[in-house]
């Protein structure tokens, strides 16, 4: 495996770490976990829950102690056009008539396992065309 293929695959698993510890922090506080990497083309949403009436959608940025960006730093302005077309389409296909948001959770990770730093809820909103 080249070192870029093993870079990808580190960051890969944190990120696949992060998503699971999102997921646990979220039921924890009373959200339904209705769908993990939900995927259309090629946009995918982290996680989509139900709270409170309202469906959520939340984008999960997971880094280790020694990145140089803050996480909530990659979640550019072309991240959240790719997330908020994921989403529509998410509506449409499953048929939803709920208020939709867009929050951020962002952890860390280190050698004793991940942690949430923040959960940013409403975090941004559809772009203007």
Known sequence: MGKQ???MAINNDIGKGGEAAAR???ERKGYQIIHTNWHY????????AFHEGE?????VKTRSQNYLLEPEEAVDLKKI???VTAADA?????NYHLPVRFD?????KDKEGYHI???IEDAFYPPAH
Request: charged share 25%; glycine share 0%; aromatic share 18%.
């Open 104 to 108: 951020i959770i962002t952890l860390l």
């Open 90 to 94: 998410y509506v449409r296909f499953f």
């Open 5 to 7: 293929s093993e870079f």
């Open 41 to 48: 083309h090629h946009y995918e949403l982290d996680i989509v």
């Open 24 to 26: 646990a922090f979220l």
């Open 81 to 83: 056009r790719r997330t």
């Open 55 to 59: 469906l959520v959608i939340v984008e």
């Open 117 to 119: 730093r923040e959960h």
